[in-house]
């Protein structure tokens, strides 16, 4: 666990790789997104994305993940207050992603004296190294006790 004192601007942490396959694109899809070019890989060849690709909110979901069975652990929990999220580039069956993260600022609450906020860019890459989807959120991180 690391509370706000342990971050230090420009600190980077990368978390492991996990495999997308389409059955788990077409099955959160169907729950979640079911645009034809997430649910059907025949009309998902003649959508903008060329063939079957993940929905953004499935890639945000995948990043979560990735972050959380990391070893990047802020004490209290990863807590957001907000961020900009893009998707850059369509995530594809086969694709294998990795998170690198960077801490970009770091600011004492004002109104919250036992907590800290932990701006943080993070950058999901396929196995290419080519960044699918970017998310800077600021975390609500506790201060250390005492």
Do not use: C
Not at 75 to 81: K, N, P, S, V
Not at 127 to 137: K, N, R, S
């Amino acid at each position: 666990m690391h509370y706000f004192e342990d971050f230090a601007v420009g600190q980077k942490f990368d978390t492991g790789r996990r495999q997308v396959d389409a059955a788990e694109i077409i099955e959160f899809a169907a729950k979640y997104d079911p645009q034809p070019f997430h649910v059907d890989p025949e009309a998902a060849k003649a959508s903008l994305f060329g063939g079957l690709a993940a929905s953004g909110w499935h890639s945000a979901a995948m990043m979560m993940r990735l972050i959380v069975d990391s070893d990047f652990r802020p004490a209290g929990g990863i807590i957001g207050g907000g961020g900009e999220l893009a998707w850059l580039k369509p995530v594809r069956p086969g694709d294998e992603l990795r998170v690198e993260g960077e801490i970009i600022e770091l600011r004492q609450s004002r109104s919250r004296p036992d907590q800290g906020l932990v701006k943080i860019r993070l950058t999901m890459l396929n196995q290419d190294g080519e960044a699918v989807q970017t998310f800077i959120p600021t975390l609500l991180v506790n201060r250390r006790p005492g």
